[in-house]
């Protein structure tokens, strides 16, 4: 394995406690009872490293022996086929493009049961891939290969993607910053985000 990789997703304990990351993991198993499901990992505001605390989650779930889909969903600054080092020519909005063939866009990681579909190229992105339909039938394509799907979205407020999104997810967690975001702002999130129909499984506070 990458030490860098192993580096970023394992070891930032001081970033992304290990403990947040399993008390998730506990409210998953408690609360997701369906047989495969959809969670989404958002944010209050930009100061968060949803990338790092969602691949954190994603391998924990996977060392469980479920079968982990790990969705890079955030086209506003897609950094998932970075962190694991693969290329991002075909992914998410291809398969919803496309609405067929999304497990040709699948790649393998590093680590045993974890998986990634990546956004695809951003100048590929456009209004007319987040359409209910098209999305449903990408997710339950999904979900007949994996147990688990972890989206990681663009920050709730500002996207109307994410709200698009939580419709198709059984859970959500929500990733805030210490010293930065606001605890006004981060409970008129939830707000939303319950008002959107979304469970709120969580929220992961950052402290580095």
């Not at 022996?65 to 890079?72: A, F, I, P, S």
């Not at 067929?100 to 007319?128: D, H, M, W």
């Not at 979205?153 to 698009?164: G, W, Y």
Request: aromatic share 6%.
């Amino acid at each position: 394995m990458s030490e860098k990789i192993k580096q970023r997703l394992l070891l930032k304990e001081h970033y992304v406690s290990t403990q947040q990351i399993r008390m998730i993991q506990l409210r998953v198993n408690r609360s997701i009872r369906p047989k495969s499901s959809a969670l989404m990992v958002t944010s209050i505001d930009e100061y968060t490293d949803k990338p790092l605390v969602s691949a954190k989650l994603a391998i924990s779930m996977a060392q469980e022996g479920k079968r982990v889909l790990l969705v890079d969903a955030d086209f506003s600054t897609p950094t998932l086929h970075e962190w694991f080092q693969k290329n991002n020519e075909t992914g998410w909005s291809d398969a919803v493009l496309k609405r067929r063939g999304v497990q040709n866009k699948i790649k393998e990681t590093l680590f045993p049961n974890l998986y990634l579909l990546t956004t695809g190229p951003a100048n590929r992105f456009s209004q007319e891939m987040w359409v209910p339909e098209k999305i449903g039938g990408v997710i339950e394509e999904c979900k007949k290969e994996f147990d688990l799907i972890l989206f990681i979205s663009p920050t709730f407020h500002s996207s109307v993607n994410a709200q698009l999104l939580v419709e198709y997810c059984e859970g959500v967690v929500l990733v805030a910053r210490a010293n930065k975001s606001k605890k006004e702002e981060l409970l008129t999130t939830v707000e939303a985000i319950e008002r959107s129909g979304g469970k709120m499984l969580g929220t992961i506070l950052q402290t580095g």
